[in-house]
């Protein structure tokens, strides 16, 4: 641009092919999909490329001329390559605005303006995601020049257009192609982007740290100030009910499906639905054998562990046929064919499972309203930070918290009564005792144990525990008799013992702790029943 040429941003292209003075692309990335595609593309506009290292080499190789950084600054790389682009000439060329006194500064320093800067930084979440990775590897992962280079970019998005996602590329060139310049409208939505992204990369840098910090024993691994980075996936229908809103959001970057997963069938998921599947998912990946669990409403209304799913299904659903329709399932393994005959003509809302078999897919793709998700695979890498809490929204704030995966290490189960657990009753203890612990609070689960563990009755979210166990035992019925109950809390008042005893238990497990125990193990103990406390307490609100 001429001297003399001050533009007005709001209405006069800034980067535009027909200025007399060539324009300048500072290219240096770590990603070079479709890089030669669209430096060739930018020669068409008139484009002069100054590129860094790895870059440069790559342009170089296609025939495009490039200046490299090295040649434009008259300074060397230096320690390793961690110093590249950091240097006066760069960064004037890019912050210098479309004035005289810039231009004058600029011509001080030997520098040019700079028009467009794309730039992305090194893969330093795909690093610290590797099983092995060393804090030493993720330190050389962290980007320093790129992002200087992407934060001055973006600040001077009155002149200046900055990229740091290929997916953009295409973007600039329909700009490019048919307005001739790159428009102001589109250098601020692509500057907005870029504050997005180095904020997002900033903060997986915190949380790895944090985490290596927890890890080492050098704190508890907590901020005064905590950084939320959510990449949106999709917009949902609405919310919980008609009249919201919503949007579905991910911790991951390269996230494009439901909880992590990849949605393989179906209409698209509701604001119900996704809440629905993460309960039982959560549920289902917490059991050893094949296990099914449905849910209804956020709460598990039948769960089994059998030696296959078409078995644990049978026994999950006979808990509650009633509420099992409409419902949502997920299982611990594969869904295989010999399952999809065992759910019958039932309507699902949605299977979450770690795959589904040829024949499966056949069959599940003749219930079009059914969506499926397969689930990702437990990872044998490190987790992310995010993997190990859950975040609540209250008015004005959040809530944290480490995500229950169930009793501590070290937790120790006491036998409180006379009565001695067999080894069937224990098993089935231990299976209730994982079950209640995805029911919502207050939850009385009661089981039966032997080659297939089932609920055979469940009780939740009641303001009060004997209301729990009585709905449990209503929906158990028969089967009430020689189940065993599992309490996520322990019983205020011995009401509560005695109603899972009318009802014909014969066992039961709960934390223990209220100040009328000696009660409720006496109401145990007068009817001949197991009771064991575990010292641990499983609320879910």
């Given at each position: 641009?001429?001297?003399?040429?001050?533009?007005?941003?709001?209405?006069?292209?800034?980067?535009?092919?027909?200025?007399?003075?060539?324009?300048?692309?500072?290219?240096?990335?770590?990603?070079?999909?479709?890089?030669?595609?669209?430096?060739?593309?930018?020669?068409?506009?008139?484009?002069?490329?100054?590129?860094?290292?790895?870059?440069?080499?790559?342009?170089?190789?296609?025939?495009?001329?490039?200046?490299?950084?090295?040649?434009?600054?008259?300074?060397?790389?230096?320690?390793?390559?961690?110093?590249?682009?950091?240097?006066?000439?760069?960064?004037?060329?890019?912050?210098?605005?479309?004035?005289?006194?810039?231009?004058?500064?600029?011509?001080?320093?030997?520098?040019?303006?700079?028009?467009?800067?794309?730039?992305?930084?090194?893969?330093?979440?795909?690093?610290?995601?590797?099983?092995?990775?060393?804090?030493?590897?993720?330190?050389?992962?962290?980007?320093?020049?790129?992002?200087?280079?992407?934060?001055?970019?973006?600040?001077?998005?009155?002149?200046?257009?900055?990229?740091?996602?290929?997916?953009?590329?295409?973007?600039?060139?329909?700009?490019?192609?048919?307005?001739?310049?790159?428009?102001?409208?589109?250098?601020?939505?692509?500057?907005?982007?870029?504050?997005?992204?180095?904020?997002?990369?900033?903060?997986?840098?915190?949380?790895?740290?944090?985490?290596?910090?927890?890890?080492?024993?050098?704190?508890?691994?907590?901020?005064?100030?905590?950084?939320?980075?959510?990449?949106?996936?999709?917009?949902?229908?609405?919310?919980?009910?008609?009249?919201?809103?919503?949007?579905?959001?991910?911790?991951?970057?390269?996230?494009?499906?439901?909880?992590?997963?990849?949605?393989?069938?179906?209409?698209?998921?509701?604001?119900?639905?996704?809440?629905?599947?993460?309960?039982?998912?959560?549920?289902?990946?917490?059991?050893?054998?094949?296990?099914?669990?449905?849910?209804?409403?956020?709460?598990?209304?039948?769960?089994?562990?059998?030696?296959?799913?078409?078995?644990?299904?049978?026994?999950?659903?006979?808990?509650?046929?009633?509420?099992?329709?409409?419902?949502?399932?997920?299982?611990?393994?594969?869904?295989?064919?010999?399952?999809?005959?065992?759910?019958?003509?039932?309507?699902?809302?949605?299977?979450?499972?770690?795959?589904?078999?040829?024949?499966?897919?056949?069959?599940?793709?003749?219930?079009?309203?059914?969506?499926?998700?397969?689930?990702?695979?437990?990872?044998?890498?490190?987790?992310?930070?995010?993997?190990?809490?859950?975040?609540?929204?209250?008015?004005?704030?959040?809530?944290?918290?480490?995500?229950?995966?169930?009793?501590?290490?070290?937790?120790?189960?006491?036998?409180?009564?006379?009565?001695?657990?067999?080894?069937?009753?224990?098993?089935?203890?231990?299976?209730?005792?994982?079950?209640?612990?995805?029911?919502?609070?207050?939850?009385?689960?009661?089981?039966?144990?032997?080659?297939?563990?089932?609920?055979?009755?469940?009780g939740a979210g009641q303001p009060n525990r004997v209301d729990s166990v009585r709905i449990a035992a209503g929906h158990a019925g028969a089967n009430a008799k020689g189940a065993v109950l599992a309490s996520d809390a322990f019983f205020p008042f011995p009401d509560g013992v005695q109603a899972g005893i009318d009802a014909g238990v014969t066992a039961i497990v709960q934390p223990g702790g209220s100040v009328r125990d000696a009660e409720a193990i006496a109401a145990a103990d007068a009817a001949g029943v197991v009771m064991i406390?575990?010292?641990?307490?499983?609320?879910?609100?």
């Amino acid at each position: 641009m001429a001297k003399g040429d001050n533009l007005s941003i709001s209405a006069t292209p800034i980067i535009h092919t027909a200025i007399i003075r060539r324009v300048k692309a500072l290219i240096s990335v770590s990603d070079k999909s479709h890089l030669i595609d669209f430096a060739q593309r930018l020669q068409q506009h008139h484009f002069e490329f100054i590129a860094s290292g790895g870059t440069a080499r790559a342009l170089q190789a296609a025939d495009i001329p490039v200046i490299t950084v090295e040649q434009m600054t008259g300074s060397p790389e230096i320690l390793d390559g961690r110093v590249k682009t950091l240097h006066p000439a760069v960064h004037a060329g890019i912050l210098a605005r479309d004035t005289d006194q810039d231009r004058v500064d600029l011509g001080r320093v030997g520098a040019e303006m700079i028009d467009l800067v794309v730039a992305n930084l090194y893969p330093f979440q795909k690093t610290v995601a590797q099983k092995y990775v060393t804090l030493a590897d993720a330190i050389e992962n962290i980007d320093i020049g790129g992002v200087a280079l992407i934060r001055a970019a973006a600040k001077n998005y009155a002149r200046v257009a900055v990229i740091c996602d290929p997916a953009d590329y295409e973007r600039v060139l329909h700009d490019l192609d048919t307005l001739g310049h790159i428009s102001l409208e589109l250098r601020e939505v692509l500057a907005f982007k870029a504050f997005a992204h180095t904020a997002a990369y900033d903060s997986a840098i915190r949380d790895y740290l944090t985490g290596v910090s927890a890890t080492l024993g050098k704190g508890n691994g907590q901020n005064r100030t905590q950084t939320l980075t959510l990449h949106r996936v999709q917009e949902l229908r609405y919310g919980e009910n008609p009249h919201q809103s919503a949007t579905l959001f991910s911790f991951n970057s390269n996230s494009d499906g439901p909880l992590g997963g990849r949605f393989l069938q179906g209409k698209e998921l509701s604001y119900n639905n996704l809440l629905d599947l993460d309960a039982a998912w959560r549920a289902a990946k917490q059991f050893e054998p094949p296990t099914v669990v449905i849910v209804k409403h956020l709460s598990p209304c039948g769960i089994a562990s059998a030696v296959d799913l078409a078995t644990a299904y049978r026994a999950a659903f006979a808990c509650d046929t009633v509420s099992a329709f409409g419902g949502v399932i997920a299982t611990n393994r594969t869904v295989d064919v010999a399952m999809v005959h065992a759910m019958g003509d039932i309507f699902v809302e949605c299977i979450a499972a770690p795959g589904f078999s040829d024949e499966a897919l056949g069959l599940l793709a003749k219930r079009k309203n059914c969506r499926l998700v397969e689930m990702p695979a437990k990872k044998n890498g490190k987790a992310n930070a995010h993997d190990e809490h859950e975040y609540r929204s209250i008015t004005g704030g959040m809530l944290r918290q480490t995500i229950d995966k169930g009793d501590p290490a070290l937790t120790e189960w006491k036998v409180v009564s006379k009565a001695q657990p067999s080894t069937d009753q224990l098993q089935a203890l231990k299976f209730a005792w994982v079950c209640v612990q995805h029911v919502k609070s207050n939850a009385i689960v009661l089981a039966t144990g032997g080659n297939v563990c089932a609920t055979v009755g469940i009780g939740a979210g009641q303001p009060n525990r004997v209301d729990s166990v009585r709905i449990a035992a209503g929906h158990a019925g028969a089967n009430a008799k020689g189940a065993v109950l599992a309490s996520d809390a322990f019983f205020p008042f011995p009401d509560g013992v005695q109603a899972g005893i009318d009802a014909g238990v014969t066992a039961i497990v709960q934390p223990g702790g209220s100040v009328r125990d000696a009660e409720a193990i006496a109401a145990a103990d007068a009817a001949g029943v197991v009771m064991i406390f575990t010292n641990t307490r499983h609320f879910r609100h």
